[in-house]
Antibody
Framework: EVQLLESGGRLVQPGGSLRLSCAAS????????MSWVRQAPGKGLEWVSV????????YYEDSVKGRFSLSRDNAKNTLYLQMNGLRAEDTAVYYC????????????????WGHGTMVSVSS | SSELTQDPAVSVALGQTVRITCQGN??????ASWYQQKPGQAPVLVIY???SRPSGIPDRFSGSTSGTTASLTITGAQAEDEADYYC??????????FGGGTKLTVL
């Protein structure tokens, strides 16, 4: 059974840093692109970032570029999102989502999602 | 443009057919995928590609695209279909984006 388990979300002050993790199981992790998608309270889904199966290629939504960094450890089947310079508008549930293919340039489908981890940015 | 536009809310009588639409220039090139999200739950993929359903998604869900408009059709809507629905696509640079979502009410 495919499982994605996010962790690391908490309350943090503006300007602070946080690292989210997503532990994957039930599939060959290194074969698939992985993404983070967030959802602010009461709002819609917003794609944040994607990484290819090998971890060499990343893409970011414009508002997080330069502040967030996506990486993966295929030996540990874990995806990471390093979040720096956090702002109030980054407050959201952050979901880890699995792609269907290795390269994010071939496919934009999220076929499995975790249950999310809440990040709150407030003083 | 990377924007995808959805109607904020749509309603359908139980057992009737409803179409939820998503408009955007990227849809001329890239297919839309559709996600169902119920309150307090993670999104679930319901339609992808030209009209493919993941395992476990009922065949009352179907998808289509014409020009810059993608549609999700539910034929014979059930009470359990009441949810928010989001379309998703991408541009050629690797970025993805979602529509604003449509809240479906089953009457």
């Amino acid at each position: 059974e495919v499982q994605l388990l996010e962790s690391g979300g908490r309350l943090v002050q503006p300007g602070g840093s946080l690292r989210l993790s997503c532990a994957a199981s039930g599939f060959i992790f290194s074969n698939y692109a992985m993404s983070w998608v967030r959802q602010a309270p009461g709002k819609g889904l917003e794609w944040v970032s994607v990484i290819n199966g090998g971890g060499e290629e990343t893409y970011y939504e414009d508002s997080v570029k330069g502040r967030f960094s996506l990486s993966r450890d295929n030996a540990k089947n874990t995806l990471y999102l390093q979040m720096n310079g956090l702002r109030a508008e980054d407050t959201a549930v952050y979901y880890c989502a699995k792609g269907r293919l290795w390269s994010p340039l071939q496919d934009d489908i999220f076929d499995m999602w975790g249950h999310g981890t809440m990040v709150s940015v407030s003083s | 443009s990377s924007e995808l536009t959805q109607d904020p809310a749509v309603s359908v009588a139980l057992g009737q057919t409803v179409r939820i639409t998503c408009q955007g220039n990227s849809l001329r090139i890239y297919s839309a995928s559709w996600y169902q999200q119920k309150p307090g739950q993670a999104p679930v993929l319901v339609i992808y590609g030209k009209n493919s359903r993941p395992s476990g998604i009922p065949d009352r869900f179907s998808g289509s695209t014409s020009g810059t408009t993608a549609s999700l059709t539910i034929t014979g809507a059930q009470a359990e279909d009441e949810a928010d629905y989001y379309c998703n696509s991408r541009d050629g640079s690797g970025k993805r984006f979602f529509g604003g979502g449509t809240k479906l009410t089953v009457l």
